[in-house]
């Protein structure tokens, strides 16, 4: 597959390949190995269903097939352990592509990877509300969903065990006081909210709550989540998804926090990327931030505020526990929107410091209604296998495949 037209800028990391996906840009990624054969599962943006790619040449790229997803309904996020896929429904919030008043479909559902090339579903999961966004499976029985269940204020967490995947059940729930408007809750601040999904470490869930802060919480008791501590972020840093990743290291008690950019043309308080130290899990503490992302030489832009679309952080590499993805915990990959794909080396955490960077060409063609301000590169979403090859998604682009030049 030739690579999209116009330039791109790049620093230690190369593309080696590309798959258009007939026109429907990636989001979320997953992967799953079956045998010697590797494949990549995405949700996909302005087109409600599931692409599958054969990614066991990383530099040719086999497009499989696309499965329809339910109309009006965003399909974007999908996890993938031990044989079997979680998908997600979920309401189509207003400006993405919805069609007001339709009916949309919500909730999770099961599958079975038997047949990499042919998953079939086993069970689905609803919420009762607006459905589900980024869900959190690393293998077993409980699902760690990010919920909008009806009568609350923004995503809560809900844990359902899918031990019998053909009629997954909520186990709890959690969410932060004054979610609850059904029950008379009021007051909490206006972006509170799970959003970019819990992330598990033995009796733990790290939870990115948005404008609510980073939380920990003790998951000993499925049945009984208890908060174990918070750390708020919002002020000084935006407060719509001022958490939107927290992802701990299992060697070193950090853990990789971002935010998201959400206004085009940095029209909010700053984002972020920082490390919390957890060593007292009742006082986490921010230790360090990210250096800036800045253009690279010969931009026709100062910043990359100036380039149009949005900049900042999105979504992190993130292991799970997975054999076929890549465990480094000295290195973060890191979408930034317009300045593409970053590396940070956190081997030192008091001093993260970028290693590599990739942009890739501003798309020729619109295929969905963002950006709004100018047709520019957003990076989405990146996932890194265990053999070193990374996958990178975009609102307008298919999806690149790179390498690191170094380690």
Known sequence: MDFPPGESFS????????????????????????????????????????TILEVSDPARPRFVRFIDGPANTWTLQVQIAEGRMVTSFERIPPGWGDRPGAPFEEGFLVWDLADPEDPKPLGRFRTGGAGTHRNYYDGGRYVYAT?????????????????????PREVSRWWKKGQWIAGGESGASAGTLLH???????????????AGGFVILDVSDKKKPALVSELPFAPPFQAHIAVHTAQPLTGRELVV???????????????YAGLVDISNEERPRLVALFPLPQPPEGAPYRNFCEKGGRFGPHNQHQWQYQDALLHDEDRVFLTYFNAGLRVFDISDERLPREIAWFIPPDPRERRGPLPRTRLVCQSEDVLVDARGNIYLSDKNHGIYVLRLNRA
Request: net charge negative.
């Open 257 to 271: 926090v971002n935010s998201e950019a959400i206004a085009e043309n940095c029209d909010e308080p700053l984002g």
């Open 11 to 50: 620093h230690n990391l190369e593309a080696i390949g590309y798959a258009d996906l007939e026109g429907r840009p990636a989001f979320k990624l997953a992967l799953h190995r079956a045998g010697s054969r590797w494949y990549l599962y995405t949700g996909t943006f302005w087109h409600p269903g599931l």
């Open 196 to 210: 970019g999904g819990a992330y598990i470490r033995g009796e733990r869930a790290y939870l990115p709550y948005g």
């Open 147 to 167: 919920c909008l269940p009806e009568g609350y204020e923004g995503h809560i967490l809900e844990i359902v065990d899918i031990d019998d995947p053909t009629h």
